[in-house]
């Protein structure tokens, strides 16, 4: 456990490395005494300096919620991060990859809440009743720690290696679909690079979901009406280049477009 000083030296090594575009040692090697909880509140050190900078809570999302996530990743549960006003893109407009340190992205189905959930004991059923619309999301992710040697309390801090969001222009009620039975297929320039089942997201997304809102509730955060969630990637995380569009189709929700330039 670490102290209030060492949590926000951490907090403010993260706060240069992403404004400066300079990536940091892993603060598991920097703060040897760093365990989950420190990593939580260095995250929302940050989150509170940008939220009182003018940014809003846009949503939040489930990191490392498949086995192939954490296989990628190096470890062995998932996390959380915010999503804030300033992460949100549009298919049409190109996203600048010099923004980042390593840029990837992950193929997601995003729930946009039409009620706000319960903290503590939130259910599967909760999140669905709850849910207004899923929709075809990607995901943006970098790390601000160096070359992505992250532990799992190095991506928390990180706010869970959080970038950016596109949403597709699918929208589809929760009731009208067998969610854990949606596929995706993510193709790069038009070449088909990876694929998945939303069922690798922790069996389904919306267990997720439910998880993620007893997990925050811990730390005085609510998944509130109009968040959208994302609850984790069906496929593995794809490196993103300059000049790509990458393309995921969903199986019955439709589709969505992020280009880089």
């Known amino acids: 456990m670490l102290i209030d000083d060492e949590r926000l030296s951490a907090a403010d090594l993260l706060w240069y490395a992403e404004a400066h575009r300079s990536p940091i040692d892993p603060l598991s090697t920097t703060f040897e005494q760093i365990d989950v909880v420190d990593a939580y509140e260095i995250a929302l050190i940050n989150i509170r300096r940008r939220l009182a900078a003018g940014e809003s809570v846009y949503g939040h999302k489930v990191g490392l919620s498949s086995e192939v996530m954490q296989a990628m990743m190096g470890v062995d549960e998932p996390d959380y991060g915010h999503l804030l006003s300033s992460m949100v893109y549009s298919e049409d407009a190109p996203i600048d990859s010099a923004r980042f340190c390593y840029p990837r992205i992950e193929v997601e189905i995003g729930y946009v809440l039409g009620e706000t959930l319960p903290g503590e004991g939130c259910t599967e059923e909760d999140v669905l009743a709850a849910t207004e619309y899923i929709v075809p999301s990607i995901e943006l992710i970098d790390s601000r720690i160096r070359n992505w040697k992250i532990g799992l309390v190095d991506t928390i801090a990180d706010n869970a290696s959080s970038a ?75 490196d993103v ?17 992020a280009q880089f330039k």
């Open 241 to 257: 280049h300059a000049g790509s569009t990458f393309r995921a189709d969903f199986s019955g929700i439709g589709s969505v477009t």
């Open 164 to 238: 950016g969001v596109i949403l597709g222009a699918g929208r589809v009620r929760p009731s009208d679909i067998d969610i854990g039975g949606i596929s995706a297929v993510l193709f790069e320039d038009g070449v088909e690079i990876a694929r998945g089942e939303a069922s690798a997201v922790l069996g389904n997304p919306t267990k997720a979901v439910a998880w993620l809102a007893r997990t925050v509730a811990a730390f005085g955060v609510r998944l509130e009406a109009g968040h959208v969630i994302l609850p984790g990637s069906c496929t593995r995380a794809i």
